[in-house]
């Protein structure tokens, strides 16, 4: 039995008459880590709201640990939540804000102790354990805030966005923590981020949604390597996959500029009927290398590099290829500079194709 369970979850606001989330459909077992990820607007925080009680659920049903919860409030739910706005008591220390709540909860003082000393050590909070909030860093007041959800020692972990106010560094040992965080614990977690790269370093597996729909669910690589549609291919992975028209004619495929690549037979069977489709690849799997170029020479292209991004393990090469900006990503070694002059190769079977009206992945 799964341990959390949406069927059908619907939401309609008030005064609205679109559907915020539409037939929200999820099984979620114990202990395992789901990130919501998407476009500002898509629906993630909606969702959680509605699995914390938060926001009603206007159809559909909602379980946890097998009991439905529609009408549940959310004190009772056996949930616990961190949001991106994390709200610190500013008059009280770091103890004081971590263990306000289960007071509240009427826990014995004695174990309200144990409890916040543990949090403070998990968290690395102990020398601050005296300090109000305005006299802490950003990632310092996500983790007291971090600490008040854990104590609860709820079974469910509920995260809107949490790291969205740290800097980028900070952001990037958070999610480390987090992570380590989740292990320890091993709390059934659910994190809406719109950062794609925190729901691939941080899930177990990945929902990602569109216009309140579900439009993929799985694991990480899974969504990188098999994207369902257009939209999760270019969601997913940075920079985003390079996308182009193109005209298909047997096993040969014309892009808008009139450069053109031919595919194997396999792959022009599963083409066959279409006249044009759209072609997708990743940065990362086109190739200026000699080898790649001398294994796939019938393919060969030309560009003219525009830009150049050096991020010091990796660069990204800027060019007009398919009459379309295309960037790609390669290794330190291959600096290229703007306006020479490069020959490479897209890596045929890491080709992905799509419908070019529905959008949808075709299969090969
Ligand atoms: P996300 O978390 O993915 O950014 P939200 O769940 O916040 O998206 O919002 C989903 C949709 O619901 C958006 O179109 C948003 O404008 C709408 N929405 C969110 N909250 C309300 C509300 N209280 N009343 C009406 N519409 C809302």
Redesign the pocket.
Known sequence: MSFIELKNVCKE?AN?NKK?VTDFNLKIDEKEFIAFV?P????????LRMIAGFEEITSGELYIDGKKMNEVAPRDRGISMVFQNYALYPHMTVEKNISYGLKNMKVPSKEIKKKVDWAIDILGLSEYRYRKPKNLSGGQRQRVALGRAIVKDQKVFLMDEPLSNLDAKLRVSMRNEISKLHRNLGSTTIY?T?DQVEAMTMADRIVI?KD?VVQQIGKPMDLYEHPVNKFVAGFIGSPQMNFYNVKVDGNKITFADGNSISVNEEISDKLKNRKEVILGIRGEDIKFDPQNIDVFKENRQKAVIENTEIMGNENNLYFEFGGTSSVARVSKYEVAGVGEEVEFVFVPHRIHFFDIATEEAISI
């Open positions: 606001y609205t915020a998407g500002s607007g898509c629906g993630k925080s909606t969702t809406v719109h949604m309140g």
